[in-house]
Nanobody
């Protein structure tokens, strides 16, 4: 599976951004698809994931209630609507997928795309 992320950029605190991730290749093998983020010098952090068939969602506590993950199975795309952004959301966001698991709060997915930078100014 190949993953292509887009939509990063600059936002002001309190603003919104929307990330997209397009999957190609063996998309029929996708079980979960979602996002991690990483700040330089820190570990990669789980953000959100959605079950490709079930639509079940999981969010990290830090983004719950502000971010919304959705999928478009026909377009093989996952979107992350990020609202009420704050400077602590500044990071490189990575799209990921996994053929077997959707609860990424405790497991690391197998496939990764390139990152897209999100910068939130105060």
């Amino acid at each position: 599976v190949q993953l292509q992320a887009s939509g990063g950029g600059l936002a002001q605190a309190g603003g919104s951004l929307r990330l997209s991730c397009a999957a190609s290749g063996r998309t029929s093998s996708i079980y979960g698809m979602g996002w991690f983020r990483q700040v330089p010098g820190k570990e990669r952090e789980f953000v959100a994931v959605i079950g490709w068939g079930s639509g079940v969602t999981y969010y990290s506590d830090s983004v719950k209630g502000r971010f919304i993950i959705s999928r478009d199975n026909a377009q093989n795309t996952v979107n992350l609507q990020m609202n009420s952004l704050n400077p602590e959301d500044t990071a490189v966001y990575f799209c990921a997928s996994d053929p077997n698991f959707v609860d990424w709060r405790t497991r690391t997915p197998d496939y990764w795309g390139q990152g897209t930078l999100v910068t939130v100014s105060s």
